[in-house]
């Protein structure tokens, strides 16, 4: 796996980009600009197999490039899990029928006639290219993009490309550990940013915490909410009949250790930007300053004040956008190729 460096031309005015998640696919038309030109979506679930997968890309696909050409049209695909080198997927959350399959080659059979390659990346990889591409990190060559959301993803950018390590599988913000001995996190090893940063460490907060609390987490949650925005929710309400000190304290512990997590990236890596996606993002920099200063506590001969800290512009579609751009970025002078 290599990375894709942003000085790539591409030919083609068009790309499809595909964001395989655990609920659904979701899928893109954008133009050379980035310009979102149609979307549409398919649902996954547990019982999605490679078969149901790859029908759902062609489908999409076709939907989105309706009156085109469609094989014509490049594609790119980002998936949450893990991939390996040669465009393997080794596993993924929420999908598990779909492992340790050629998912590069097989996108490329169902939804090339040219032997076009298509690129495959994780799903927070693509995220970073495309925030980086026209969103939030436009014009940035070097910085870290986390996805705040049921798990904490993250993509690094670095001289303008996705660093992706050794084997493939750098960069994965969401293991950093953070607190040594701390909560067991779904990888199985202890104290992971992820167990105290994302929806799945705030539904289990919350099962600990008291009846109040969890009463009116619930009842959020009822609403629509997820745990971590319930979380958030009740502790800015101020009701202590709520539980909303114990929120509150919650909520800061979260904050505290994202704030350890980013610097310890500033730290390592040198960059300056930091965009935050993800369905968490937004409560997390509805308090800034404690998040700033969370941060500032941890960092090493820098000043947080060149650290800027900016919400990502694309929403749920940037790894789709990502993915798009990632096909367009793969594209060589006489045809294309895979960058996984
Ligand atoms: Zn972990």
Not at 26 to 40: F, I, M, P, W, Y
Not at 173 to 182: I, N, P, R, S
Not at 207 to 235: H, I, M, T, Y
Request: charged residues 20%; proline residues 2%; glycine residues 16%.
């Amino acid at each position: 796996m290599s990375g894709t460096r942003e000085t790539s031309e591409s030919k083609s005015n068009r790309a499809v980009g595909f964001d395989i998640g655990g609920q659904s696919v979701k899928a893109v038309l954008v133009d050379r600009s980035g310009r979102v030109l149609a979307e549409t979506s398919r649902p996954t679930g547990v019982s999605s197999t490679v078969e149901s997968l790859i029908a759902s890309l062609v489908s999409a696909r076709d939907e989105l490039c309706a009156g085109e050409q469609a094989d014509a049209v490049v594609c790119g695909v980002g998936v949450a899990g893990v991939m390996g080198a040669g465009g393997v997927l080794h596993g993924s959350p929420n999908l598990p029928e779909i492992q340790d399959i050629e998912i590069g080659r097989l996108c490329q059979g169902a939804l090339s006639a040219f032997g076009v390659g298509v690129p495959v990346d994780n799903d927070a990889n693509c995220a970073a290219l495309g925030e980086g591409w026209n969103g939030a990190a436009a014009g940035e060559t070097d910085f870290l993009m986390l996805t705040l959301g049921t798990g904490l993803g993250s993509g690094l950018v670095l001289g303008g490309g996705v660093y992706h390590g050794a084997t493939g599988h750098g960069c994965e913000f969401g293991h950093a550990v953070v607190m040594h001995g701390g909560r067991t996190c779904g990888c199985g090893n202890r104290g992971c940013l992820e167990a105290y940063v994302s929806e799945v460490a705030a539904r289990r907060v919350t099962a600990d915490a008291s009846e109040p609390l969890r009463d009116a987490v619930a009842r959020r949650r009822r609403a629509g909410d997820g745990a971590a925005q319930a979380l958030f929710a009740v502790a800015e309400g101020c009701d202590p009949e709520a539980g909303a000190r114990e929120a509150d304290a919650l909520v800061t512990e979260m904050i505290w250790a994202l704030g350890a997590g980013i610097a310890s990236a500033v730290n390592i890596f040198d960059v300056e930007v930091i965009v935050l996606g993800g369905g968490i993002a937004g409560n997390i920099l509805k308090r800034r300053s404690e998040l700033e200063a969370a941060v500032a506590a941890s960092l090493f001969a820098r000043s947080i004040g060149a650290l800027r800290i900016r919400a990502a512009e694309h929403g749920p579609l940037a790894g789709a956008i990502g993915a798009a751009r990632l096909a367009m970025l793969s594209e060589t002078a006489t045809g294309s190729k895979s960058v996984t």
